[in-house]
T-cell receptor, first 114, second 112 residues
Framework: KAGVTQTPRYLIKTRGQQVTLSCSPISGHRSVSWYQQTPGQGLQFLFEYFSETQRNKGNFPGRFSGRQFSNSRSEMNVSTLELGDSALYLC?????????????FGSGTRLTVV | EDQVTQSPEALRLQEGESSSLNCSYTVSGLRGLFWYRQDPGKGPEFLFTLYSAGEEKEKERLKATLTKKESFLHITAPKPEDSATYLCAVSFITSGTYKYIFGTGTRLKVLA
């Protein structure tokens, strides 16, 4: 059974650019959550999508957005990149009850903003 | 403020030297406490979920316990391959919405 797939694994962008990250959840999982992980702040929740609808949102500026497609694949977009956006971006999938039974994470996309 | 605190931040053990990691939380309406293991360059890997005080779960050399204010992850006779960052997370309901927050983790290094 394939796990959660995130692409690309590594990305280098220039300040002011925008970036799109992709996540394919485990087959059959309809919930996809996104997290930002940095050494200082740990894992910070960005947003969660379930059946193409945003179900929950963290405290991040509007430059961070996401969407989910009908096949449950999800994308996350960050516009007008700042140096502080450099982080590991993790995607997690669940069958819909991750808050009760836990999540399966991908290996992440390492974003470096220069 | 809803918060999850893990201690210690880092821990070095000799192989076979048992110890415990702590996860304390200040949330109301707890629905579950979760332990994950994260290896460098990878995403967190789910280990356990605990739902109520007094509950215990075991997996190989790991045993997780839960009280009303904290959870412990006991590592018995650790091996070098147990070296990783261990994260805890809690799910709870606030203002009618589920929240899921992580602690900052304990970096465990087991020396051969």
């Amino acid at each position: 059974k394939a796990g959660v797939t995130q692409t690309p694994r590594y990305l280098i962008k220039t300040r002011g650019q925008q970036v799109t990250l992709s996540c394919s959840p485990i087959s059959g999982h309809r919930s996809v959550s996104w997290y930002q992980q940095t050494p200082g702040q740990g894992l910070q929740f960005l947003f969660e999508y379930f059946s193409e609808t945003q179900r929950n949102k963290g405290n991040f500026p509007g430059r961070f957005s996401g969407r989910q497609f009908s096949n449950s694949r999800s994308e996350m977009n960050v516009s007008t990149l700042e140096l502080g956006d450099s982080a590991l971006y993790l995607c997690a999938s669940s069958a819909g009850t991750g808050v009760l039974y836990g999540y399966t994470f991908g290996s992440g996309t390492r974003l470096t903003v220069v | 403020e809803d918060q999850v605190t893990q201690s210690p931040e880092a821990l070095r053990l000799q192989e076979g030297e048992s110890s415990s990691l702590n996860c304390s939380y200040t949330v109301s309406g707890l629905r579950g406490l979760f332990w994950y293991r994260q290896d460098p360059g990878k995403g967190p890997e789910f280990l356990f979920t605990l739902y109520s005080a007094g509950e215990e779960k075991e997996k190989e050399r790991l045993k997780a316990t839960l009280t009303k204010k904290e959870s412990f992850l006991h590592i018995t006779a650790p091996k070098p391959e147990d070296s990783a960052t261990y994260l805890c997370a809690v799910s709870f309901i606030t203002s009618g919405t589920y929240k899921y927050i992580f602690g900052t983790g304990t970096r465990l290094k087991v020396l051969a």
